[in-house]
C-alpha cells in the first residue's frame, strides 16, 4: 500500500517551493504566504523560492535542493508549491526518493506538478495530492470556499467536527458541470493528473502504472485534436485498456477557436472524449471540479478510490493522511 503521509495540523509549518516556473507576479507568493497564515499554519519558503531563471524558478538543481531540504527537514509537514508552468520533470533524475521515503510528508501542486506526483507515487510509494497552490489559488483574495474546505478537509484528514474524512470529493460543488457518459462502479489507486504531462511521462521511469487504476485528467489551453492526440498516445500505449475507470476534470478553454469559421467539421473535446474512452467500457465521469479554475478539489493520488459513474461521483475510501 502507498505510505500515508501524517496529517496536517492547525500551527504546523507549511514549507513553499517553486519546483517549475516563477509566478509572472512575485507579489503573489506573498499574498499565498498570507493565505496559508490565515489557515492558522505557519509558512516557511525555500531558499530559491523566489528565484527566476527565464521560465524555470532557478536552475535544476537549485529547484530540486529546494525540495530535497524541504522533506529532510523534520519541522516541515507539507510542502506547497508555487505554481506549474514548466520545468518539474527536468528535477527528477536529481531527487532522492530513498530520502523521500524515509520523510513523508504532505506534497501538494498541479498542471506541471503532475510529473512529481507520478515520480513520487512511482519512486516513493508516496500519497500526493493534486491540488492548490499559492500563484493560482491561494494569491487571490476570494479563494473558492470549495477549494479552501476541500484542501484543509484532504491534507487535515478530518470534516467540520473532527470526525475522520472520507467521502465525495465533489462535496460541497454547487456546479452543473458533471455527466456521466457511461455507468458501473469501479474501486481502485487513484493516478493521474494533467494530460500533457501524463503522455510525456510515457517510457520514462517515473511512468505511472495504469493496471487496474483510476484515471483522473484534466488540461487547459489545448485544442480537441491535442487532446485526441494525447488519449491517441495512451491508447496505443495499451494503456487507457488497463484501468478500471476515467474520472475527467474540467478541460479549461480547451477548444479550437477557429471551429466557428472552418469550413470543415471540427470535434470538441468532448466529442474526443466520447470517441477514444466510451469503447472502453468502464466507468467514464466528466466535469469533475477540479484542474485549472477556481474550484479546484484537493485529490490524493495514490489513495484508494471508488468511482460511482451511476450518480457521478469520485469517492475516497479512507483519509489519505494518518
Known amino acids: 500500500m502507498p505510505i500515508r503521509p501524517p496529517r496536517l495540523e492547525p500551527g504546523d509549518v507549511i514549507g513553499v517551493a517553486a ?4 509566478p509572472p507576479d512575485p507579489k503573489n507568493i506573498d499574498r499565498g504566504v498570507a493565505a496559508l497564515e490565515a489557515l492558522g499554519f505557519k509558512v516557511r519558503l525555500a531558499p530559491n523560492a523566489r528565484q527566476r531563471w527565464g521560465y524555470l524558478a532557478g536552475s535544476d538543481r537549485d529547484r530540486a535542493d529546494d525540495l530535497m531540504r524541504l522533506f529532510a527537514d523534520r519541522s516541515v509537514k507539507a ?3 508555487v505554481r506549474g508552468g514548466y520545468g518539474a520533470a527536468r528535477l527528477l533524475p536529481l531527487l532522492d526518493f530513498q530520502l523521500i521515503r524515509k520523510h513523508p510528508k504532505i506534497f501538494v501542486g498541479y498542471s506541471d506538478i503532475t510529473s512529481l506526483h507520478c515520480a513520487l507515487l512511482r519512486r516513493a510509494n508516496l500519497i500526493s495530492f493534486h491540488g492548490p497552490m499559492l500563484n493560482s489559488d491561494f494569491a487571490h483574495a476570494r479563494v473558492p470556499r470549495f477549494t479552501r474546505e476541500s484542501f484543509l478537509r484532504t491534507v487535515c484528514g478530518v470534516d467540520a467536527s473532527g470526525r475522520p474524512w472520507r467521502g465525495d470529493i465533489a462535496e460541497g460543488y454547487t456546479g452543473r458541470t458533471v455527466a456521466v457518459l457511461h455507468p458501473g462502479v469501479a474501486r481502485g489507486q487513484l493516478v493521474g493528473g494533467n494530460l500533457t504531462l501524463l503522455s510525456a511521462a510515457l517510457g520514462t521511469p517515473w511512468q505511472p502504472p495504469f493496471r487496474g487504476r483510476i484515471l483522473f485528467f484534466e488540461d487547459v489551453n489545448e485544442k480537441p485534436y491535442d487532446m485526441d492526440r494525447m488519449l491517441t498516445q495512451l491508447l496505443n500505449a495499451g494503456l487507457l485498456q488497463q484501468v478500471a475507470g476515467i474520472a475527467v476534470g474540467i478541460n479549461k478553454n480547451c477548444r479550437d477557436p477557429k471551429a466557428a469559421r472552418a469550413k470543415e467539421y471540427r470535434q470538441t473535446v468532448d466529442d474526443v472524449i466520447r470517441e477514444r474512452l466510451l469503447p472502453l467500457g468502464v ?10 479554475l477556481p474550484t479546484n478539489a484537493t485529490l490524493p493520488v495514490g489513495a484508494e478510490v471508488e468511482l460511482d459513474a451511476e450518480r457521478g461521483r469520485l469517492l475516497l475510501l479512507q483519509p489519505a493522511v494518518r
Open 79 to 81: 510542502i506547497v508549491c
Open 283 to 292: 466507468p467514464l465521469v466528466t466535469g469533475l471540479p477540479f484542474g485549472h
Open 19 to 22: 519546483p517549475a516556473s516563477p
